[in-house]
């Protein structure tokens, strides 16, 4: 993971996050970056309790809480969404879906808790019913496109294991079977051209 692709101030959120001690996974746009070649993002994303959310005062000031979503600003200028985990997926996923990855900073390197790329996949399929329902094409298309760009990047992914979990966590199976749709078609169809001979 390369400073350039951060903005500077990332930076200074991670190390006030190592100074209150909260516990946290990176998820989204930067945890992406961790794991596939692609867009940079100009804001976090941290699953973390409300709690914790709140020991961040007043450095990160809560704009909007809206269930168990929240966003909040650092320096006015870093957007930080968060995701509580007192949502029973979200918390499945800090607990079981993290590991720790070297980030590259100007300051030095930083070991940060940042979601796998099953974690990651299982977040953006947790969101497209919602997404979808709420005519967000534009939020749809980058999640569909972040889900195949991990599909490509991991094509032993067990995304049949993440559609159970998914429906463990109560998603309907009309939504289910939809999502898994969404798995084939946005899945890189390695080898549709065969191999040229060289």
Known sequence: MDAANVPLEVE??????????????LVGGVAMLAHVRGRNTEDIDLV????????????????????????????KSLRVDFLGTENPLFAQVAREYGEV????????????PCATPEGLALLKLYALPSLYRQYDFER?????SDL???????PHMNTEALLRVL??????????????KVIVEVRPKIGRFGTADR
Do not use: C, W
Request: glycine content about 6%; aromatic content about 12%.
């Open 101 to 112: 990855r070297t980030f590259e900073f100007l300051e030095g390197n930083r070991r940060v």
């Open 12 to 25: 200074a959120f991670f190390r006030l996050l190592d100074e209150r001690a909260v516990r946290y996974l």
């Open 167 to 180: 429906s463990d966590h109560g998603l309907m199976a009309s939504d289910v079977e939809e999502l898994r």
């Open 48 to 75: 973390l309790s409300l709690p914790d959310q709140d020991r961040l005062a007043p450095e990160v000031s809560i704009t909007e809480r809206k269930g168990f979503f929240a966003v909040g600003r650092f320096r």
């Open 148 to 154: 195949g760009r991990l599909l490509a990047a991991f």
């Open 140 to 144: 749809t298309s980058a999640y569909e």
